[in-house]
């Protein structure tokens, strides 16, 4: 019997890279801390909003994201879009993750 | 729309939030920061929730100010990490056993030749150490705690090669035996040549009480013993050296059981401690009675195991 503490573990070893390829593909569309949140949560990649927050000026300090203020709203916000430099990541982590998920088919066929 | 008490909840946690981070982020974060907390709460106004409630919820996801803030100036939450953390045991761990030991033996030595008596001799070489051990492992902990948080400032990463594999257990382990024998009959055989002139005791006229008994140096059984202490200690360093052999592992248990017996002869003739001293120092007879049982049994046990030592080099022959 797998328990709760050892499969959370587990998971969040094998989903930790995935929230940032998750966000350069979302971002190819302007958007919003908070907005992020919901719409990442919704795709179902849950995160925390402690994580996110940072990660994002992170990708953004790297160049892989840029960043607008939007002003127009009664609230300032503040809009990231994925950059070239950080389309250009996101093509080839998509690459790397087509082919771990054609590795996995393969080592499960085989078994 | 919220009312003052929430509001300045929401202050206290980005006023704990910009304090940790660097001042040139502080207007981005705050800005971007408050727009993400009052759309979490009117989302959460939205779905019914009490405003007051709402606001605690959302501060309440968001969890620890100092952790966001950490994540925000991309800052450890670690004093030494994992690329540092060997490096940190190995310096620490060498430091360690080199510097406390030397300045306690330092410490303990200055004090002996000043004359002090020997429990405050060993006090303060042991506090010395303990001081020493403090320093050590506190300007060694915070250095590298620099070096973890100092971005430009990286240790040159050495490449790891099999070469530098710690030596086969036994090999290595008779190295240290060989040093440990060595410091010890260095120590062991100044401690008693230089007794007469301790002044742990001293007499009417000022002069220092040696703590061996004085028939040693009459009979000069005291040369024979040191002798005796020497030439084991060359034994020990020829059989590390040298193949092993039979009459190589004779010559060194035949050192030893004589330094052994001479040694449990001068006991068991009470010729140990200086009866004077005894005196000077007020302890009751029973203590030289007590000392020299300590002796003989502790020659026993090195009888017993320069036989077994004898018999392990004659098999490894």
Known sequence: MLDDELLSTHQQELRRGTVVLACLLILRKPNYGYALLDLLERSGFAVDANTLYPLLRRLEKQGLLTSDWNTDESRPRKFYRTSDLGGELADTLSRDWDELHAAFRTLKGES | MTATATTSLTDRYIEAILRRVPSRQRPDIER???????????????????????????????GDPARLAAGYADRPLHLIGPALFLDYTRLLSALLITVVPAVAAVVGLLRAVDGDGASSVAGDAVGAALTAALHVTFWTTLLFAVIERVPSAKLPARRWTPTALPEPTARRTRYAELIAETVATVLFTALILLSPMLRFETDASGDPIGALDPWLWDTRVIYIFVGLLITSLSMAFTRYYARASAPLAIG???????????????????????????????????V??????????????????AVFTGLRDYRKR
């Open chain 2, 32 to 62: 971007e920061l408050r727009t993400s907390i009052a759309d979490a709460v009117d989302d959460r106004l939205e779905a019914g929730a009490d405003p007051a409630e709402a606001e605690v919820a959302v501060l309440t996801d968001l």
């Open chain 2, 288 to 305: 030289r009675t007590w000392i020299n049982g300590v002796v003989v049994a502790v020659c026993i046990a090195s009888l017993i195991s």
């Open chain 2, 252 to 286: 060194r248990a035949a050192a030893d059981v004589a330094t052994g017996l001479t040694l449990i002869w001068i006991a068991t003739n009470d010729h140990i401690l200086n009866p004077a001293f005894v005196e000077a120092a007020g302890w009751s007879s029973g």
